[in-house]
């Protein structure tokens, strides 16, 4: 298969369309947690019972067209390939844990890709709705307008006092948790985050790398969500997490500028090594690809580098994914046959842009 | 860089382990790493599944300490899905929405200290299901209106408050009705 007919194939209008502030805010993501009233939740349930949610909540949505997301398609984890649910998860389409535990899961996914809404995962509804750049509160509305839907046809578990009740004690109230992934290349080559995370936790919110183990975060990538689903209200939730998000982009900025100020031939230095590394290699692990290719970003977003698109860090970060890669070569590879195959479709993707 | 175990292939799989602030570096090949694979999966069940059930333990044993001489007692447990009070802080989950019912007094204090204080829901309602609880949060909202209103003492203000909460409790009752 050429690059350019997979890359059709492959890239979600997430990671390939500019949103408001693209420049640092890669995506915005919302999540609604629902349970159906009267069935017990996933990790107890009868297969019986979990047939009958996929049913229930097909039934509802099916053949439905929404205003923005086209029609919906219902994939059953059952049925797919290993390596097919693998690529869902690296898109960031379905969850790990649907992928990989469920037995009854399945994923209503919306025809642009923005919308999923996981069946059976540890709740019986979790609707996704993921956006490019930021835009939390048009995603919320689209995640409460298919909320709303899915309610017309649905009992939802829902109590008065403590409000949408969730598998885990953690979700319970809303059941929204609302996240971004941000590039902050200049926060971290200035030392700032061990600064700003602590300060972002005490606010109820939690930062962490969405690539890469533990605190490290691969590609500077940071994710930053909610913590606190219950005592506050969707729009509140939702403003918070803007507000937060809206001071560290003006962070980031300032930190760019001063970088470019103080130390711009260092900088111009290793974003065009980088770029180097990244149009040559011919082996690379993915750490490797991770750092050099935030480094492009940050070159084209500075202006060192022109005639690239700027979704090539979002785009290559999941494409160069092992799931991915596989995908790509058409069948399984070790770990070394995957740096090696990393290298050149990264070598290609940028040769597209030529 | 070579595997530090076998010394014969390249690394590939680097581990950061830290222990008490000190950080130590492994680095291993596939083949290696998966024999000492059940060694770091030990250290990976380190998450948020078992720091809510240390919570939750925790509190248990707060209290159980707070109420000394402890009677022994029937083990607390869901009559909608038979999940006990014991499963529940092991998984961190519950069986079923049941179970907020059952455990209500253990976990309503656990519920604050996990929402930074807060114990009740400010959010969305669903409409279908929900209607009746729709109008009584607003004439709860009117209500702490016309107080507000009467110590302004801005009365005329006050008695259109007072019609539209009549107008809404007569929705609450025929809907009430209507519903039995």
Request: glycine share 6%; aromatic share 6%.
């Given at each position: 298969m050429s690059l350019e007919k997979f890359l059709n194939q492959a890239v979600s209008s997430w990671m390939?369309?500019?949103?408001?502030?693209?420049d640092i805010v890669l995506s915005s993501r919302v999540r609604l947690a629902r349970n159906v009233r009267d069935y017990k939740f996933p990790i107890i349930f009868s297969s019986e019972e979990g047939q009958k949610i996929i049913e229930s909540v097909y039934r509802s949505v099916e053949g439905q067209h929404f205003s923005t997301i086209g029609s919906l398609e219902l994939l059953v984890m059952d049925e797919l390939q290993p390596l097919q649910k693998r690529v869902l998860v690296e898109k960031h389409l379905i969850s790990p844990n649907l992928a990989n535990n469920s037995i009854l899961g399945a994923c209503i996914l919306s025809e642009n890709e923005e919308v999923s809404i996981m069946i059976n995962e540890e709740d019986h509804i979790r609707i996704q709705c993921l956006y490019p750049g930021l835009q939390i509160a048009e995603a919320l509305k689209v995640a409460n307008e298919i909320d709303d839907h899915i309610e017309q046809h649905v009992d939802y578990a829902f109590d008065e006092n403590i409000g949408y009740l969730t598998s885990c004690p953690t979700n319970v109230g809303t059941g929204l948790r609302a996240s971004v992934m941000m590039h902050l290349p200049g926060l971290v080559l200035t030392h700032q985050m061990g600064r700003i995370v602590p300060a972002i936790n005490q606010l109820g919110l939690v930062v962490r790398g969405i690539y890469g183990e533990g605190s490290e975060a691969l590609g500077n990538i940071f994710q930053i969500s909610n913590q606190i689903t219950l005592g506050k209200s969707e729009t509140d939730i939702v403003e918070d997490l803007e507000s937060?998000?809206?001071?560290?982009?003006?962070e980031e900025r300032?930190?760019?500028?001063?970088?470019?100020?103080?130390?711009?031939?260092?900088?111009?230095?290793?974003?065009?090594?980088?770029?180097?590394?990244?149009?040559?290699?011919?082996i690379i692990e993915s750490k490797e690809a991770a750092n050099c290719l935030?480094?492009?970003?940050?070159?084209?977003?500075?202006?060192?580098?022109?005639?690239?698109?700027?979704?090539?860090?979002?785009?290559?970060?999941?494409?160069?994914?092992?799931?991915?890669?596989q995908q790509y070569a058409g069948g399984p590879l070790r770990p070394d046959e995957r740096d090696a195959r990393r290298a050149s479709l990264i070598r290609e993707r940028l040769n597209l842009e030529q | 860089?070579?595997?530090?175990?076998?010394?014969?292939?390249?690394?590939?799989?680097?581990?950061?382990?830290?222990?008490?602030?000190?950080?130590?570096?492994?680095?291993?090949?596939?083949?290696?790493?998966?024999?000492?694979?059940?060694?770091?999966?030990?250290?990976?069940?380190?998450?948020i599944n078992n720091l809510l059930a240390g919570l939750l333990n925790f509190h248990n044993h707060v209290q159980q300490a707070e109420k000394a001489p402890v009677i022994k007692k029937e083990p607390l447990q869901c009559e909608a899905c038979s999940m006990t009070y014991q499963q529940f802080i092991q998984i961190g989950r519950f069986g079923c929405a049941n179970c907020y019912e059952a455990f209500k007094e253990q976990i309503n204090p656990i519920l604050r200290r996990l929402h930074s204080g807060n114990g009740a829901h400010n959010g969305k309602i669903?409409?279908?299901?929900?209607?009746?609880?729709?109008?009584?949060k607003n004439i709860e909202t009117l209500k702490q209106s016309i107080q507000e209103l009467i110590t302004r003492e801005e009365f005329e203000k006050a008695a259109e408050i007072r019609d539209q909460i009549r107008s809404l409790e007569k929705q609450l009752d025929l809907r009430d009705e209507g519903g039995n």
């Amino acid at each position: 298969m050429s690059l350019e007919k997979f890359l059709n194939q492959a890239v979600s209008s997430w990671m390939s369309a500019e949103g408001p502030d693209s420049d640092i805010v890669l995506s915005s993501r919302v999540r609604l947690a629902r349970n159906v009233r009267d069935y017990k939740f996933p990790i107890i349930f009868s297969s019986e019972e979990g047939q009958k949610i996929i049913e229930s909540v097909y039934r509802s949505v099916e053949g439905q067209h929404f205003s923005t997301i086209g029609s919906l398609e219902l994939l059953v984890m059952d049925e797919l390939q290993p390596l097919q649910k693998r690529v869902l998860v690296e898109k960031h389409l379905i969850s790990p844990n649907l992928a990989n535990n469920s037995i009854l899961g399945a994923c209503i996914l919306s025809e642009n890709e923005e919308v999923s809404i996981m069946i059976n995962e540890e709740d019986h509804i979790r609707i996704q709705c993921l956006y490019p750049g930021l835009q939390i509160a048009e995603a919320l509305k689209v995640a409460n307008e298919i909320d709303d839907h899915i309610e017309q046809h649905v009992d939802y578990a829902f109590d008065e006092n403590i409000g949408y009740l969730t598998s885990c004690p953690t979700n319970v109230g809303t059941g929204l948790r609302a996240s971004v992934m941000m590039h902050l290349p200049g926060l971290v080559l200035t030392h700032q985050m061990g600064r700003i995370v602590p300060a972002i936790n005490q606010l109820g919110l939690v930062v962490r790398g969405i690539y890469g183990e533990g605190s490290e975060a691969l590609g500077n990538i940071f994710q930053i969500s909610n913590q606190i689903t219950l005592g506050k209200s969707e729009t509140d939730i939702v403003e918070d997490l803007e507000s937060v998000v809206a001071q560290l982009i003006a962070e980031e900025r300032s930190a760019r500028e001063a970088l470019a100020k103080t130390s711009n031939i260092e900088l111009e230095d290793k974003v065009f090594r980088s770029y180097g590394v990244l149009s040559n290699c011919r082996i690379i692990e993915s750490k490797e690809a991770a750092n050099c290719l935030s480094d492009l970003r940050l070159g084209i977003d500075m202006g060192y580098i022109k005639n690239i698109s700027k979704n090539i860090l979002n785009e290559l970060m999941i494409l160069t994914q092992p799931g991915f890669l596989q995908q790509y070569a058409g069948g399984p590879l070790r770990p070394d046959e995957r740096d090696a195959r990393r290298a050149s479709l990264i070598r290609e993707r940028l040769n597209l842009e030529q | 860089m070579l595997c530090q175990e076998c010394n014969e292939r390249p690394a590939t799989l680097h581990f950061t382990k830290i222990d008490n602030g000190e950080k130590t570096m492994m680095h291993l090949c596939q083949h290696c790493a998966q024999e000492k694979g059940e060694a770091f999966m030990l250290n990976s069940a380190f998450s948020i599944n078992n720091l809510l059930a240390g919570l939750l333990n925790f509190h248990n044993h707060v209290q159980q300490a707070e109420k000394a001489p402890v009677i022994k007692k029937e083990p607390l447990q869901c009559e909608a899905c038979s999940m006990t009070y014991q499963q529940f802080i092991q998984i961190g989950r519950f069986g079923c929405a049941n179970c907020y019912e059952a455990f209500k007094e253990q976990i309503n204090p656990i519920l604050r200290r996990l929402h930074s204080g807060n114990g009740a829901h400010n959010g969305k309602i669903p409409s279908r299901i929900g209607g009746g609880i729709h109008l009584r949060k607003n004439i709860e909202t009117l209500k702490q209106s016309i107080q507000e209103l009467i110590t302004r003492e801005e009365f005329e203000k006050a008695a259109e408050i007072r019609d539209q909460i009549r107008s809404l409790e007569k929705q609450l009752d025929l809907r009430d009705e209507g519903g039995n």
